[in-house]
């Protein structure tokens, strides 16, 4: 499919340290794919302190001493003309394997995901395990991975009541949604796996085990796997 034109980005204060730069009003690959490109663009200009990639925006934040707002929002509308005009090159995206264990033990409500679409929990896995899921944005705690490409046959509500820790690892569904947990934390999205993977590494560039663009795939694996590379710290 032919993505849709480029369309003038509306840009937003936040604050009076902030601004954001709307692409697109939809959670869709081309528009993503866009935000990525504007992100990447804006690094390097004077005063831009951070660059956030969202689903359908980039959150900008800049030192108001360097550079003022009516002079950012000019460099960003000269960034997106400049794309607009010669748009990034397509490049093949760059695919991550992340281990799952998807026993009981790991995935506590895989069983009633499974109830809710009529399915064995093996048949779930096996859905969620299809794709190439593609990394959208990265929060709420640092290097958590919100992905898009779920199956429909798989979309589930949150939870009711949100667990008070889910531990760091944890795989989960939210509606079409599927993440990652990267740190121990409260959450509400239903657990369905764990990867033994350390998602998020301060000591490590980047500290994130993977940035929005990138793709993701998951891999099953049994418990003694699981363990075994959870020892080895990887």
Do not use: N
């Not at 990394?135 to 779920?150: N, Q």
């Not at 509606?175 to 000591?203: A, E």
Request: aromatic share 8%.
């Amino acid at each position: 499919m032919t993505p849709a034109p480029w369309q003038r980005p509306r840009i937003l204060p936040c604050g009076e340290t902030a601004l954001t730069v709307e692409v697109g009003d939809a959670i869709a690959p081309e528009i993503h794919e866009r935000v990525v490109a504007l992100a990447q663009a804006l690094e390097g200009i004077r005063g831009v302190i951070a660059r956030v990639p969202t689903y359908r925006s980039v959150f900008v934040e800049y030192d108001p001493l360097e550079i003022s707002y009516e002079a950012l929002v000019l460099k960003v509308e000269g960034v997106w003309t400049d794309l607009v005009c010669a748009p990034p090159s397509v490049s093949s995206q760059r695919v991550i394997e992340i281990p799952v264990c998807y026993d009981p033990e790991f995935g506590p409500d895989l069983p009633e995901v499974a109830r809710r679409h009529g399915l064995t929990p093996t048949e779930v896995v096996k859905i969620h395990t299809a794709p190439t899921y593609r990394v959208y944005m990265l929060g709420f705690t640092p290097g958590f991975l919100f992905l898009g490409g779920l199956s429909p046959r798989i979309h589930t509500p949150r939870r009711a009541e949100p667990r008070a820790r889910v531990p760091a690892g944890s795989v989960g569904i939210a509606g079409p949604q599927t993440g990652v947990y990267s740190l121990d934390s409260p959450g509400g999205w239903q657990i369905i796996g764990r990867t033994p993977l350390r998602m998020f590494d301060p000591q490590r560039q980047p500290p994130a085990r993977a940035v929005p663009g990138m793709g993701v795939r998951f891999r099953p694996i049994d418990a003694a796997t699981f363990r075994a590379m959870k020892k080895s710290k990887t």
